[in-house]
């Protein structure tokens, strides 16, 4: 389908109804999230939350069992986390940036001792990284 096709396409009732219902989709992803993260928030956890997610996708165990698949190891939980620090955390200073960043970084948050580093390059991941002097 070329260019002129698509946008064509998307005038039409069917494009139109596409368009729709794909934004009706997200705008439903985006409440459970919102939800989710305030449910998560309520609670008052986090510190001990984040030491089990990291202790579990950190593990030679976990990591080993989807290598051993020939798969990546999933990492929804920091995801998850990043949403979290994004939305109740404060974006980092300059000197934060020099410390916990890389080439790849393209968004650093901080909450609660913790950095979250979002890197992008041929794909995306999170490092979170325990503040030095905490």
Known sequence: MKYNDLTKWFETDEGKKSLEDFCNKLAAEDKIKNEQL????????FKEFIEKVITKYSSEKYRISWYDRHIEP?????????????????????????????????????????????????????????????
């Open 38 to 45: 305030e449910k998560f928030h309520n609670r008052g956890n």
């Open 74 to 134: 999933p990492e929804e939980l920091y995801w998850f986390l990043f949403f979290y620090a994004e939305k109740y955390g404060r974006e980092c200073n300059e000197k934060e940036w020099s410390e916990y960043s890389n080439t790849f970084t393209s968004a650093l948050f901080y909450i609660n001792g913790y950095y979250f580093n979002r890197m992008d390059g041929q794909g995306s991941v999170i490092k979170i990284e325990k503040e030095y002097n905490n």
